[in-house]
């Protein structure tokens, strides 16, 4: 079982950047891959980003967010990461990060068994 808890979420203007982090218990987070996911109002939750479970290794982003989003983890920490610069209105949204038990990297929300509870992030003009 993996608990994940986000934070960093907030209130920004456009152009400005943010760092969500997301937590991790239990000792087998560096077999995991994580994936970043938003979901913005009345729309589905869609992929941002993911990363392999050694991190050195593949990581995917969604063409929106190629070149201006991160993603990292420290796995020393049980903790991934998701820069995010240049940020726009259509970034807006609810944040989760999820564990997948397929340790490869995957844009797919299918291999992800475990999620976290969203933290929102809001981008003004």
Request: hydrophobic share 35%; with cysteine; charged share 15%.
């Amino acid at each position: 079982q993996v608990q994940l808890v986000e934070s960093g979420g907030g209130l920004v203007q456009a152009g400005d950047s943010l760092r969500l982090s997301c937590a991790a218990s239990g000792r087998t987070f560096s077999r995991y891959a994580m994936g970043w996911f938003r979901q913005a109002p009345g729309k589905e939750r869609e992929f941002v980003a993911a990363i392999s479970w050694n991190g050195g290794g593949s990581t995917y982003y969604a063409d929106s967010v190629k070149g201006r989003f991160t993603i990292s983890r420290d796995n020393a920490k049980n903790t991934v990461y998701l820069q995010m610069n240049s940020l726009k209105p259509e970034d807006t949204a609810v944040y989760y990060c999820a564990a997948s038990t397929v340790p490869f990297a995957t844009p797919h929300p299918g291999p992800y068994d475990y999620w976290g509870q969203g933290t929102q992030v809001t981008v003004s003009s």
